[in-house]
């Protein structure tokens, strides 16, 4: 096998290959030629490992595929857009996945920097337009790391940091921008890849185990311990932790905005998705990767102590965030709560925990029947309800399945208790992310049934033919059902908070937000070559999802149901 790359592509590409990177998805340009031609080469001589290369064409499923491959396997793919337009294209899922700490590599390409016929320079119109003064500024804020190469002989020494700088807590993008010419180049009299990288970025951050003790020393002299958490299923290894902590504590656990699944939802302990009823009474409130624990007007009584535990416990990234918190723990979640249920281990009060057990124990069996009640109440209500779609939803697809959400299905509805089982869209809410998100969880996890749900505006904005071609092109099998109101709802609901009285409710009147006429979205699916169906009669729901699961796990193929929702 020739080990020696002949241009500085092919070296950039093994590289990649040999630190494990899996996935090449790109939308590419005229700056990608040098990578055509490097791959093209490679292939016939036998070299690699490289990436594989995926055509997703549009920038946002591009970077929304690989969010969602990392999310589903802890590893990070890579992704090529071209140059200032493809990483504006790309800004919204970089956003998305910065707020989520989730890994990957972004690629750009740079506009040629010479124009005296060398191979790679200058040779087309928008050679001269495509430029900027600063190409990574449009998503330095977002970025963990940003760099241009800027000689053949870095190559190794790049790649290796990027993953580095992508993997390292806290996690997130890492964005390189390639001048044409550069990669068109020969690359450096070396052998690429030869040497292992030497970066490592699996060390965790601890937290101060003094400070671990005056957290342990409230909880044990506590009499209502509440847990709020958003995402601390972001590590699988965290809901095991987190369940052990409110087990040893007494604690009940309130998912709040869930974006990743982070405490089984049959858990006794589990006090639902709705905060408000608990923060005034609760004291400590152990806040558990949440970035937003609560919205005004509620909040916590003035005595209660607030502890705050993740990776950023101040939220740096956050222009303005202001929060109480009367103790930080920052470091690795995982590793603070295993700790912190060592420190409380059998010190809490039997009689005191027995109570709270009861008490907690019984508003969860009441929380399950009130969503049960709420649905079943709602099962021949036409248009159809979204709860009764999200309970049918959860009968329908089993205890093993994903949900990648984009907003719309109830999470009370589904009962879901699997690490990993469970993903929402980033606090950030650049829409658009679900469906490729879906299909990076669905590459990632091939074993297990992927279902995205999602509201009609998400799929418009997910580029929904890009996506569909993509799964095509990687032969991916998931449900995708969109909850069709044909409207901005979360918009209108806005509307509604801001004058609850005001003259557009009062006139049933919420301009900018109708997305009439309706498109018949059924139709996009199936001339992609997906399974699909329109459902408007609540009677037919359960039929149709065993429909689309059957054409998911027996024919491998992608299935959407278009469902007119109220």
């Known amino acids: 096998m020739d080990t020696h790359p002949a241009t500085v592509a092919e070296a950039l590409l093994l590289r990649l290959g040999r630190a494990g990177v899996p996935y090449l998805f790109a939308n590419s340009g005229t700056d990608a030629a040098p990578l055509i031609e490097a791959y093209a080469h490679l292939a016939a001589t036998g070299s690699g490992p490289v990436p594989e290369p995926v055509v997703v064409a ?70 001269w337009a495509q430029e900027s003064f600063d190409q990574a500024a449009m998503v330095r804020e977002y970025t963990r790391w940003d760099y241009e190469l800027r000689d053949a002989r870095q190559v190794d020494a790049v790649v290796d940091r990027a993953l580095a700088m992508a ?16 990669l068109a180049g020969p690359s450096a009299d070396q052998q690429s890849g030869v040497e292992p990288g030497r970066l490592d970025a699996a060390a965790s951050a601890v937290a101060d185990p003094d400070r671990v003790a005056r957290v342990a020393d409230l909880v044990v002299e506590a009499t209502a311990p509440l847990v709020i958490t958003n995402s601390a299923g972001s590590d699988p290894a965290a809901v095991d932790a987190l369940v052990a902590f409110a087990e040893a504590s007494g604690a009940g656990v309130v998912e709040t905005y869930r974006e990743r699944l982070s405490f089984p939802a049959s858990h006794p302990r589990h006090l639902g998705f709705d905060v408000s009823p608990h923060v005034a009474g609760a004291d400590p409130i152990v806040v558990v990767d949440a970035d937003v624990p609560w919205l005004p007007p509620t909040k916590p009584s003035p005595a209660a102590k607030v502890v705050k535990i993740g990776l950023d416990p101040l939220q740096r990234t956050y222009p303005m965030w202001n929060f109480p918190v009367d103790i930080a723990l920052p470091g690795a979640t995982r ?30 069996e009441d929380q399950l029947a009130e969503a049960r009640r709420r649905a079943d109440s709602a099962a021949s209500r036409s248009p159809i309800d979204a709860a009764y779609l999200s309970r049918s939803i959860g009968q329908a697809i089993g205890p093993d ?55 009609d505006g998400a799929y418009i904005f997910s580029n929904p033919v890009a996506c569909h071609m993509a799964a095509g092109t990687l032969g991916l099998a998931l449900l995708v059902v969109i909850f069709n109101n044909g409207r901005w709802n979360a918009v209108q609901e806005s509307a509604r908070r801001l004058a609850p009285d005001g003259w557009a409710v009062r006139t049933n009147n919420f301009p ?55």
């Open 167 to 182: 993997t390292a807590e806290p996690s997130g993008p890492a964005y390189l921008s390639l001048p044409r010419e550069l």
């Open 512 to 566: 900018l937000t109708d997305l009439a006429p309706v498109p018949r979205y059924a139709e996009i699916a199936a001339a992609c070559g997906a399974y699909s169906e329109e459902v408007d009669d609540p009677a037919e729901l359960p039929a149709a999802l065993d429909r689309a699961l059957g054409c998911v796990r027996d024919e491998r193929r992608l299935a959407l149901l278009d469902v007119r929702t109220a």
């Open 401 to 455: 399945a994903v949900v990648v959400n984009e907003y719309d299905v109830h999470s009370d509805q589904l009962v879901l208790d699997r690490p990993g089982s469970f993903y929402s869209s980033p606090s950030v809410s650049g829409l658009g992310w679900g469906f490729g998100a879906a299909l990076g969880a669905a590459l990632g996890a091939p074993d297990r049934t992927v279902v995205c749900t999602l509201g």
């Open 58 to 127: 549009h920038e946002m499923a591009a970077v929304s595929l690989a969010h969602g491959y990392a999310m589903s396997t802890g590893r990070p793919a890579a992704v090529f857009v071209h140059v200032t337009v493809g990483t504006a294209n790309a800004a919204t899922g970089i956003m998305n996945a910065s707020r989520q700490n989730v890994p990957m590599i972004v690629l750009a390409g740079r506009t040629p920097v010479r124009d005296d016929g060398t191979p790679g320079s200058r040779d087309m119109y928008i050679h």
């Open 335 to 364: 590793l603070t709560l295993a700790a912190l249920a060592k420190a409380v281990g059998t010190r809490v009060d039997r009689d005191a925990w027995e109570q709270r057990n009861r008490v907690i124990a019984a508003f969860h």
